[in-house]
C-alpha cells in the first residue's frame, strides 16, 4: 500500500488531492477516508486502483491521524478482534496475557500476536484467522512463505498469485504482496494482504482480508504498513 501526503483539500467539495510517494497526484474523495478532519500535510497510506478511464484512482484513505500506536485496553483489544484477529480469545485471556494495563500499545499488540498465533509454521489459528506472523525483517529476507500466504486467499486465485510470486525480483516481502495484490486488482477481487507494524524489529504481522477491513484496520494499534 502505497504511503502519501495530502496536499489539497477543498471541504467544501469534500475532495482533495494526494501526493504518493512515487511522485504521482491522486484525486480522492473524502468519503473513501478513514475520517472527515482532513489536514493538508498529514501522511496516509493508499488503496488505489484503475479507474474507467485508465487513471489512477484512490479507493481507500487511510490516514495518519495521530501515530501515538495506544488506546485504551478494552477499545484496543475490541478493534483487533472486529477485524479479524484472536478469534478464540476473551478480553480475559488477553489481560492475563498482559496484566492490568490501562492502555493497549502496538508493543503489547504484537506480544499478544506472538502469544495467541505462534511463530513456529503455519498454525491453526493462523489459518482461521488469515494470517501469518513472520520471524524475519518484512523488508529483507528472501525466505518468504509464499505458499502459506498464498493459502489464504480463494482456491481459483491461488495458481495466478504462485505465479505473480514467481516473478517477483529482487524477492521481498513488500515485493510478493504487491504482486498478490495487483493480481486481485486485476481480477476485480475485492481483496488485499496487509501488513501490518507490530513494534517488533523482527516479527511481521500478515493479513489478508476485504476492502471493507482497511478502516477498521487502521483504527486498531496495529498501523497498516502495506
Known amino acids: 500500500m502505497p504511503r502519501a501526503i495530502i496536499t489539497a483539500f477543498d471541504a467544501g467539495k469534500g475532495s482533495g488531492t494526494l501526493r504518493l510517494e512515487t511522485g504521482d497526484d491522486v484525486h480522492f474523495d473524502v468519503s473513501v477516508a478513514t475520517t472527515q478532519d482532513i489536514v493538508v500535510g498529514r501522511p496516509a497510506e493508499v488503496v488505489t486502483s484503475i479507474g474507467r478511464g485508465g487513471q489512477l484512482v ?3 484513505v487511510l490516514v495518519d491521524e495521530n501515530g501515538e500506536g495506544h488506546q485504551p485496553f478494552v477499545d484496543g483489544f475490541a478493534a483487533l478482534q472486529e477485524v479479524g484477529l484472536f478469534s478464540q480469545w476473551t478480553l480475559k485471556d488477553a489481560r492475563e496475557r498482559l496484566g492490568e494495563q490501562a492502555e493497549l500499545t502496538r508493543d503489547g499488540a504484537g506480544e499478544l500476536l506472538l502469544a495467541y498465533y505462534g511463530t513456529k509454521g503455519l498454525s491453526e489459528r493462523m489459518r482461521a484467522d488469515r494470517l501469518a506472523v513472520l520471524d524475519e525483517h518484512f523488508g529483507d529476507s528472501p525466505l518468504i512463505p509464499v505458499e502459506d500466504l498464498v493459502s489464504f486467499a480463494p482456491s ?10 514467481g516473478e517477483v525480483r529482487p524477492v521481498t516481502l513488500g515485493a510478493v504482496l504487491a504482486a498478490f495484490n495487483a493480481v486481485f486488482q486485476r481480477r476485480g477481487v475485492a481483496l488485499h494482504y496487509y501488513l501490518f507494524d507490530t513494534g517488533s524489529d523482527r516479527y511481521a504481522a500478515v493479513a489478508l482480508r476485504d476492502d471493507s ?7 486498531t494499534v496495529l498501523r497498516v504498513v502495506s
Open 213 to 219: 477491513a482497511a478502516r477498521a484496520a487502521h483504527e
Open 58 to 60: 484512490a479507493r481507500i
Open 156 to 165: 481459483e486465485l491461488q495458481d495466478a498469485l504462485r505465479l505473480a510470486a
